[in-house]
Structure formats: C-alpha cells, structure tokens
C-alpha cells in the first residue's frame, strides 16, 4: 500500500468516527432537553394543583372569594373562582416561562357543606 492509500483510508475512517460522535452527541443532548421539559411539567402541574388547593381554603373562609395570582416556587398559580347557583368551579393556571397547565375543581354547596364533584386536568 502507497503511503498516499493510508492518508486516504485513515481520513475515511476519521470523519466516520467524527460523524458517529457528533450524532451521539446530538441524541445526548436531545434526551436531556427532553427530560428537562418533563420535570418542568410535572412543577408546572404541582403549582397548578397548589393554586386549585389554595382556591379550595379561601372559598371556605370566604365565599365572596373570586380568585388571585399566586407565586408558588418559581412559578405563578392563577386562581379564577366561577359560580352558577350551588355550583362554583375553580380554575387553577399553574405557569413557569412558557409552560402551562390547568386544573379545574367543581364543587356543589348544598345544605352550607361544599363537596368536591370533579378534580381534574383540562388542556386548552
């Protein structure tokens, strides 16, 4: 084999190497934005949750009470309270950066006992 052969070769097998690198550097980095998002999202829903918990004590201490924005964290919650006869829901927006999440709680009054009827995730 010439010498010229070897360079050659030996430039093949370089940029096969700096190509498989650099795609593994790629998926490394994609997976850990990945799983950054995701524990951003479950904060996101944990404030969402707080704010639905925060509107819940207020309502009973107060029932005039309509709602406030909250700092939970490094986030905010937005409490909106709504009220159609016995029935009042409360819409908690869990928020960080550009992430959102919301959780709606429905109670019904009956008798001067509020009780929870639903609890749960809506996606706008």
């Given at each position: 084999?010439?010498?010229g ?24 980095a994609?997976?850990?934005q ?7 999202g479950?904060?996101?829903?944990a404030?969402a949750?707080?704010g639905?918990e925060?509107?819940?004590?207020r ?6 009470y309509?709602?406030?924005?909250l700092?939970?964290?490094?986030g905010t919650?937005?409490?909106v309270?709504?009220t159609a ?6 819409t908690s ?12 709680v ?15 995730e809506?996606?706008?």
């Amino acid at each position: 084999m010439r010498s010229g052969q070897t360079v050659v070769i030996l430039l093949a097998f370089m940029v096969i190497a700096m190509t498989i690198t650099m795609a593994s550097v790629s998926l490394t980095a994609s997976n850990s934005q990945g799983s950054t998002r995701q524990e951003v999202g479950i904060d996101v829903y944990a404030i969402a949750e707080s704010g639905a918990e925060n509107g819940l004590i207020r309502l009973l201490r107060d029932p005039a009470y309509v709602g406030e924005t909250l700092t939970v964290g490094n986030g905010t919650a937005t409490i909106v309270v709504g009220t159609a006869g016995s029935v009042t829901t409360i819409t908690s927006t869990g928020r960080i950066g550009d992430f959102e999440r919301v959780v709606q709680v429905t109670t019904n009054t009956a008798a001067g006992v509020m009780s929870i009827t639903s609890w749960q995730e809506i996606y706008p």
